[in-house]
């Protein structure tokens, strides 16, 4: 019936926003934003242009960043 | 020519801290812990041997009596490492701006 909407899962999602700039808040509360460069099964992130803000402030910029995916709480495309 | 290419390009997370085999890393760690150093090895866990390690350890000191906090970090350094990969946080190559 509405079999291709039944399909659509979060991975869809994540494929969806590849190469976006995205939001990512890790468990810890620390926040990357930067473009999505690519992701694994693992959620491992891949992010380049990377800046990350504790409590909300600029506290470095990365050229690339990998992000071990256990400490992922959500991204967001933004 | 396939296998040149594949090895230049990022297809997977992983590919990110393959490319920085052999060059210095910044490593976040969970507890307010930073590592500098060259990566020798990985694997998928990313667990990681560093050389000539320097790791920085942050803490927050409270004093109770003006009510502030501040900032303390102590640096040490190693010479050979190895870091089990759950307590990674955030692994960043060196910059590979052309």
Known sequence: ?78 | MADTAAALTVEEPLDLVRLSLDERIYVKLRGDRELRGRLHAYDQHLNMVLGEVEETITMVDVNDEVQTQSLRSVNRTVPMLFVRGDGVILVSPPSRAA
């Open chain 1, 1 to 78: 019936m509405s079999e291709p909407a039944n399909k659509r899962t979060p991975t869809d999602f994540l494929n969806s926003i590849l190469g976006q700039r995205v939001f990512v808040r890790l468990n810890s509360g620390i926040d990357y934003k930067g473009l999505l460069s690519c992701l694994d099964g693992y959620m491992n992130i891949a992010l380049e242009q990377t800046e990350e803000y504790v409590d909300g402030e600029l506290r470095n910029r990365y050229g690339d960043a990998f992000i071990r995916g256990n400490n992922v709480l959500y991204i967001s495309a933004i």
